[in-house]
């Protein structure tokens, strides 16, 4: 649901990241591989596998796991595909969680609004509500 507003990537794509990203690891600097976990990271959480979307939220919670050696930047950027990954795999009360606080840190991060819209939408169609987040949905939109 909500899933044709987002980005999607197929195996091929998945595959030429994962290539990348071994190449890189075993002789790029660290930066290198930086960018290239990012990439694979980010072709896996909006990859039409679910098996890929699994692997990439495992992946965005190592690298979010690192706490206080993570950029303000890659602490945003694995967070937000992290919630991408739980969004994708129906775990819209975990997406909800940290896209909230995403945005209580960074309230102008359009994708993150955008993101939280599809989950709302998609906690209330699939009648989460009684779980107490729909509260707090239909409170956030009635004020």
């Known amino acids: 649901m909500g899933e044709e507003h987002l980005p999607s990537t197929d195996p091929e794509l998945v595959h030429q990241c994962q290539s990348?990203?071994?190449?890189v690891f075993r002789s790029g600097s660290q930066q290198d591989v930086d960018g290239a976990r990012f990439r694979l990271v980010w072709a896996m959480v909006h990859s039409t596998d679910e098996r890929h979307v699994q692997r990439g939220m495992e992946m965005a919670r190592v690298k979010l796991r690192e706490g206080s050696k993570l950029s303000d930047k890659d602490n945003k950027e694995y967070t937000y595909l992290l919630s991408v990954a739980y969004y994708k795999l129906g775990k819209y009360v975990d997406a909800r969680?940290?896209?909230?606080?995403?945005?209580?840190?960074?309230?102008?991060f359009r994708q993150a609004e955008f993101l939280k819209g599809l989950v709302d939408d998609a906690i209330i169609k699939h009648g989460l509500v009684g779980v107490g987040i729909g509260a707090a949905v239909l409170g956030v939109g009635l004020a």
């Open 20 to 23: 990348e990203y071994d190449s």
């Open 97 to 108: 969680t940290h896209l909230k606080a995403l945005l209580e840190m960074q309230s102008d």
